[in-house]
Each structure stands twice: as structure tokens, then as C-alpha cells.
């Protein structure tokens, strides 16, 4: 690792639940004869997997001039190809940069050019949508760039595809014996992930993930859960985008507990269902976004006569954003499942806290803080540390987090590293929360850059959002400033309606927003009663749900 990517000092820790490499989640692949990766054309066992693993390191050692350290680009939908070329480039001592393929093709181009990927590893058609965008109509004009291309399913004749490769290898009775040969060895602390953020607020960052970062989180994560019992019991739906440090978290703990994984390409409500239905599925990780679409589905099954729309499910792990305490209710209602809400930023790779299974859900907080990862609170205004003590609810401050979990920092940016990153470690999320009297963390008032400035008044928008969350009447919210010539900024409410309300002939905006209103007036204050509202047709999301206030703010002039 060259100095440059790395501000901080990363110091070794003991793992007590998980491997000591991220390769090494896969070790116990290598003599699993039950199908573990699933889509709708494959079905992966654990051995086919993990010899798929070293034909296609073997094959980028033999055909690649790539030195340990080099980062190779990731450009797959959520699909098993994704994790047969993450976990050969970690047995070669490759830095994996898992592309947004949901990124506009500038952003794709910058993160390519910017990360200084030596090979680009993806399927076809995913390849050519972006070339396309980028103005480039050949594979052969991004080579000629420098970059070398290995497709998963293409008809390129310099570059032939993942499958086509690995048949041009003879078999051999070891795969564990051909990876002893070419397996570098690893360090805790070297750059093992280079994930960049969507670029909602300007160019893409790169944060840069150790093993160490992804493997203690994922230790702590398992800790916090308490699921070792149950492994080879759990059925893991895999509808989150690879590409996201939750939606790859999620996957990698399903690697830790041996469990078979269905891989839904890009979200889709009916596929999901689908899946849901036909493969037994016990564990379900997705966003709030993408639960309301769910119980949609869900309610249809059951007026069609289904009692239990989802048997096998058990539980469900809710990130990305603020899940509504209405939508939580629902979800323990009409599908008897155990939700668990989660709090996490790509930066602390990813999860900060998280609610127990053993207490299930508690509304409108994260849960306890995972083990090994510190949290302190500050007080924006003059940087003072927020009291926090057992037994006692806590002040409000900035969330500042420090652990093995930490990045290194943003990959070629010192500036905005030095930001989010104190000299002693601490990294500050720009999350105001708080701590509940039994030590539950809340995100009490959303991101401090999304504070509205009313007539000189600091509004936190997400107590308003969750208030007017809990209206049958609306599926998603996102509360933004809008300028205002005598208070500066007004309180200006985006909302998207649910499915139903959508379809009423007799819908009246006006009689809805007077209900709105009035709920925010008797739970929270008239101060923070929105002064305007708007409805939209549906809300701008990120590729992970969140929705894309910035979009919403250029919006509303």
C-alpha cells in the first residue's frame, strides 16, 4: 500500500467469531455439496463455487500483469459471478472496487478512472450499457484506454468469457491444493475494498475498507446477532445491491454462516415475492423503500385467500434509512417476522448498532452499539462531549465513531478525509442521535448538513418526517428547506402516496395535508408544522432507497 491511501494507523484485533481473511469465509465452501448460490439460471454448490473461485484467480494470474495491491473494477448485477470474482481477487491480494451500476456513465467513467482499476471483471450487457453512455460503442476503445477486460458472459475473442476460461484449465483433484500455489499472503490492515459513495453530493468518494475494517464489523455483527446456532438453518434473499457496503455485508454474513444465498439481479417486488414463496427464505435484508413495496405484495396475497404470505421468513433487517414505526407495525402484523432495524454508514464498514433479536424491535431506535466500536456524542454548536450515562436518557449530538471499523479514509482525498476524520480516530458521521434510557442509540435528528434554518431556528426534518410517516396515507416523506423571503427557509414537505390512495377517485390533497398537519401539531409542536407540501408521483431514491433530497431542494424553488 502505497503511503498516500492511508491516514490513519490500523493496529490489529483478535476475532473471535469470524475467520482471520475474508478468503477464509469461503474455506468451509470447498466440501459443501448443497446448492449455496442461487438465481433464476444457477445454482452454485459450495464446491463448484469455491473451484469457480481458483479457476478464475489461476486464470488472472496466468493472463493478467496485475501486482498485488492493483484494484480491479466489479461491474455485475447482484448475482453469483459477483462473489466468484470478489473472493478470487482477495486470494490474489487485489483490491476489489465494486462499481454502482446504477451510477450515471460519467460517474461509472470517473470511479474507473479515478480508483485506477487495472481490469474491469463484469457482464456484458451491464459493460455495454455503460460504454454506451460514456460515448464508447466498442469494449475495444476502453483496452486500448489501458484497461483490460474480462467479460462473464461475452463474445469477445482477445478477452473469452469467465465460463469459456475456466474450461480451457484441466481439472485437478485439489482446487485448495492449485490456491496454496498462487494465494498471496495477507494483511489485516491493507486496503482489501475500494467502495465509492453514489455522488449525491458531488463526485464519487472513494472509502477504503480493510479486511480488518469488513471482517471485525462483520465479527461484531454476528456477536450482536447470535445467530451461530442456527448455521446451515438460515436462507439468506439477497435483493440489496453488492455494490453497497450493506447490501455486501449482509451477503458476507451469509458466507459466515454457510448459508445458501438467493440472488435477485436488480429489485424487483414480484421476483422478490417469488422468491420468498418458492425458497424458503428465513432472513431478509432490504430497506424501508423496498418493505412498503413488499407488504403491498403481501396484502394481495392475503385478500387472495394466503394466510401467511411468507412461512419460512423469520426475520428482517431494515437500513439505508429511518424505518417508520407504522411500517415496523405492519410489518410484525401481517407477516409475524422479527424486524430489526440497523444504523450504519459506508465509511464504518457499515454497521454501528443494531437491535437484538433477543429484544426484537424498539421503535424508532437503532439498538445497542456493536461490540468493539465506540460512540460519543458531540455537541455541534461548541464541540463539547454529550454526557451519556446507564440508565439515563442522553442529550442530543453529532454520532462520532471509532473502532476497527473505521476506513482508512477516502482514497485520494485528503481533504475530505482530514473532515470526517479527527487525528486520534474518530470518524464524525454527521448524524445527530442520541441514547435511550436502556442504551439504545437514536437518530434523533437526521444529517446536520440537512438542517433547516427557519427564521434563525435550527429543524432537525426527521422527527417531522417520522410523524408524518405514521399517516396511512403515505408511503415515503422527505422533509427539505425551501427559501423563504422573510423566514430564509421554510419547511417544505415532499410526500409520496401509497399505492391505494393513489387509486381513489375522491383523493383530496387539501383534506390530506389539514391531517398532516394537525399530526405534527399535537406530537411534536406548531413551530414544526410544515409550511408547505407537495405531492409527488414518486420520490428520487438512490440505488439503496434513500431518497435524493438534493434533487428535492434543486426542485423546490
Known amino acids: 500500500m502505497t503511503p498516500h491511501t492511508a491516514t490513519r494507523e490500523a493496529t490489529s484485533i483478535e476475532l473471535t467469531h469470524v475467520p482471520s481473511t475474508l478468503f477464509g469465509l469461503i474455506e468451509p465452501f470447498a466440501t459443501t455439496t448443497q446448492d449455496l448460490l442461487i438465481n433464476d439460471t444457477l445454482r452454485l454448490t459450495g464446491t463448484l463455487f469455491y473451484e469457480k473461485v481458483v479457476r478464475l484467480a489461476l486464470l488472472m494470474q496466468s493472463r493478467f500483469a496485475l501486482e498485488k495491491g492493483d484494484k480491479v473494477a466489479l461491474l455485475f448485477w447482484n448475482q453469483p459471478e459477483f462473489f466468484v470474482a470478489f473472493f478470487a481477487l482477495r486470494a490474489l491480494g487485489l ?3 465494486p462499481v454502482n451500476v446504477l451510477m450515471s456513465p460519467e460517474d461509472v467513467g470517473y470511479v ?4 485506477g482499476a487495472k481490469t474491469l471483471l463484469g457482464c456484458e450487457e451491464l459493460m455495454q450499457q455503460v460504454l454506451n453512455g460514456l460515448g464508447l460503442n466498442s469494449l475495444e476503445k476502453i483496452k486500448a484506454a489501458g484497461l483490460s477486460i474480462l467479460v462473464s458472459n461475452g463474445k469477445e475473442n482477445t478477452f473469452p468469457s469467465m465460463e469459456e ?3 480451457f484449465l484441466p481439472p485437478t483433484p485439489s482446487w485448495k491444493a492449485v490456491l496454496d500455489l498462487i494465494q498471496e499472503p495477507v ?3 491493507e486496503l482489501a475494498v475500494l467502495i465509492y459513495t453514489s455522488g449525491t453530493t458531488g463526485v464519487p468518494k472513494g472509502v477504503m475498507l480493510s479486511e480488518q475494517n469488513l471482517l471485525s464489523n462483520l465479527d461484531a455483527f454476528s456477536q450482536a446477532l447470535a445467530l451461530e446456532e442456527t448455521i446451515g438453518e438460515q436462507k439468506f434473499l439477497l435483493g440489496l445491491p453488492l455494490f453497497h457496503s450493506y447490501g455486501l455485508i449482509c451477503a458476507l454474513y451469509a458466507f459466515h454462516l454457510q448459508a445458501p444465498m438467493v440472488f435477485v439481479p436488480k429489485f424487483n417486488p414480484k421476483r422478490l415475492v417469488l422468491a420468498l414463496q418458492t425458497e424458503s427464505i428465513s432472513f431478509l435484508p432490504l430497506v424501508p423503500t423496498m418493505f412498503t413495496l413488499l407488504l403491498t405484495a403481501a396484502k394481495r396475497a392475503i385478500e387472495a385467500g394466503q394466510a401467511t404470505p411468507f412461512p419460512s421468513l ?10 417508520p414505526e407504522i411500517l415496523l407495525n405492519q410489518l410484525h402484523s401481517l407477516l409475524g417476522v422479527t424486524v430489526l432495524e440497523g444504523y450504519g ?12 433479536p433477543k429484544n426484537g424491535a424498539v421503535p424508532n431506535t437503532v439498538g445497542p452499539v456493536l461490540p468493539n466500536i465506540s460512540v460519543r456524542l458531540v455537541n455541534p454548536d461548541n464541540g463539547d462531549i454529550v454526557p451519556v450515562t446507564a440508565g439515563i436518557a442522553s442529550g442530543e449530538g453529532e454520532i462520532q465513531v471509532k473502532g476497527p471499523n473505521v476506513m482508512l479514509g477516502y482514497y485520494q482525498n485528503q481533504t475530505e478525509t482530514q473532515l470526517v476524520l479527527s487525528p486520534d480516530g474518530w470518524f464524525k458521521t454527521g448524524d445527530l442521535g442520541k441514547f435511550d434510557a436502556k442504551g439504545n442509540l437514536c437518530i434523533s435528528g437526521g444529517r446536520l448538513k440537512d438542517l433547516i434554518i427557519r427564521a434563525g431556528e435550527n429543524i432537525a426534518p426527521l422527527p417531522i418526517e417520522r410523524v408524518l410517516g405514521q399517516h396511512p396515507s403515505v408511503a415515503a416523506v422527505a422533509v427539505i428547506p425551501r427559501k423563504h423571503e422573510k423566514l430564509g427557509e421554510a419547511i417544505h414537505a415532499c410526500l409520496e402516496l401509497a399505492e391505494d390512495v393513489k387509486k381513489q377517485m375522491d383523493f383530496s390533497s387539501e383534506a390530506l395535508f389539514k391531517e398532516l398537519s394537525e399530526l405534527v401539531r399535537t406530537q411534536l409542536t406548531p413551530t414544526l408544522v410544515p409550511d408547505s407540501f407537495e405531492v409527488h408521483e414518486s420520490l428520487p431514491k438512490n440505488p439503496t432507497g434513500k431518497v435524493m433530497k438534493k434533487k428535492l431542494i ?3 424553488v
Open 95 to 97: 483490491v476489489a472496487v
Open 112 to 115: 474507473l478512472k479515478h480508483s
Open 165 to 167: 476460461a475456466m474450461s
Open 187 to 189: 494483511s489485516p490492515t
Open 314 to 323: 423469520k426475520y428482517c433487517i431494515s437500513g439505508g434509512a429511518a424505518l
Open 345 to 356: 454508514l459506508t465509511e464504518t464498514s457499515p454497521v454501528i448498532a443494531v437491535n437484538l
Open 554 to 556: 434543486e426542485l423546490a
